[in-house]
């Protein structure tokens, strides 16, 4: 497959994730935009390996999924915190730092 067609199926993830992100109100929503964001990402780093024959981007995507999946721990673990604190799971109810 060409270069471009793998730049397109990235193009189309990431731009699905940010509408994602900027529509959704529930926080699990939200990070599951983030998350497709990311992997268009991954999708990008692959692709440039492989059109310049270099294992650089594969090891670049390999630590950036390492750290997608730290991200996904701690911001579920701030949804569970969330609906623990305030029954609901709705972004627009996090007013921890209002005085």
Same mark, same amino acid.
Request: net charge positive; proline share 1%.
């Given at each position: +497959?060409?270069? /471009?067609?793998? $730049?397109?199926? /990235?193009?189309?993830?990431? /731009?699905? &994730?940010?509408? &994602?992100?900027?529509?959704?109100? @529930?926080?699990? #929503?939200?990070? $599951? %935009?983030? *998350?497709? +964001? $990311?992997?268009?990402? @991954? ?5 440039? /390996? !492989?059109?310049? %024959?270099? *294992?650089? #981007? ?12 730290? *991200?996904?721990?701690? &911001? ?8 623990? +604190? !305030? !029954? ?10 209002? %005085?």
């Amino acid at each position: +497959m060409p270069l /471009s067609a793998y $730049l397109t199926l /990235s193009a189309i993830l990431f /731009s699905i &994730g940010l509408f &994602g992100v900027i529509t959704r109100r @529930n926080t699990v #929503g939200i990070l $599951l %935009g983030v *998350e497709l +964001m $990311l992997n268009a990402v @991954n999708i990008n780093l692959v692709a440039f /390996s !492989r059109f310049h %024959g270099t *294992e650089v #981007g594969m090891v670049f995507s390999l630590f950036a999924i390492c750290i997608t999946v730290a *991200e996904v721990a701690i &911001g579920l673990s701030l949804v569970i915190l969330l609906f623990r +604190m !305030r !029954r609901t799971a709705i972004a627009d109810q996090i007013d921890w730092l209002k %005085g």
